[in-house]
């Protein structure tokens, strides 16, 4: 898919709130970091049953906003090594990340290229 491809009608699958896929092509939002959803003890999921809970209320936010929405790709940075492509998603105009950001459902999750430039956020931790 190409940069600001429109997507009309198209439904977009969220496997958590920072990724997921659009037909095909599995995507990842970028510079932004959502809780994990996977199990505890699941390499790569979540790292406490609080960031379970966070992860499944950023899924929901996504899902309902990209719902019936005017969807499109804005950029897209190549794939990182997941395969994944590494975009940036407006939806009705607006960039979903800074939504999402706004939201406080995700948190600034620096990359250049495929790496990271902070560590990703301590989503257990208590405020």
């Known amino acids: 898919m190409d940069s600001h491809e429109r997507l009309s009608g ?7 709130g920072d990724s997921g896929r659009i037909r095909e092509m599995k995507f990842r939002l970028a510079d932004v970091d959502a809780p994990e959803t996977g199990s505890l003890n699941q390499r790569g999921g979540a790292r406490c049953e ?3 809970e966070l992860g499944y209320k950023a899924e929901e936010f996504m899902v309902e906003m990209t719902r019936d929405s005017k969807i499109e790709i ?5 794939t990182d090594r997941w395969d994944r492509h590494l975009i940036e998603l407006a939806v009705n105009d607006t960039n979903i990340a800074y939504l999402a950001l706004a939201a406080g459902h995700l948190r ?3 990359h250049e290229g495929t790496r990271a430039l902070s560590p990703k956020p301590d989503w257990c931790a208590k405020d």
């Open 50 to 52: 609080a960031e379970r």
């Open 10 to 16: 198209i439904q977009i699958y969220w496997s958590d």
């Open 108 to 110: 600034p999750g620096p």
């Open 74 to 78: 804005i950029c897209d940075y190549g």
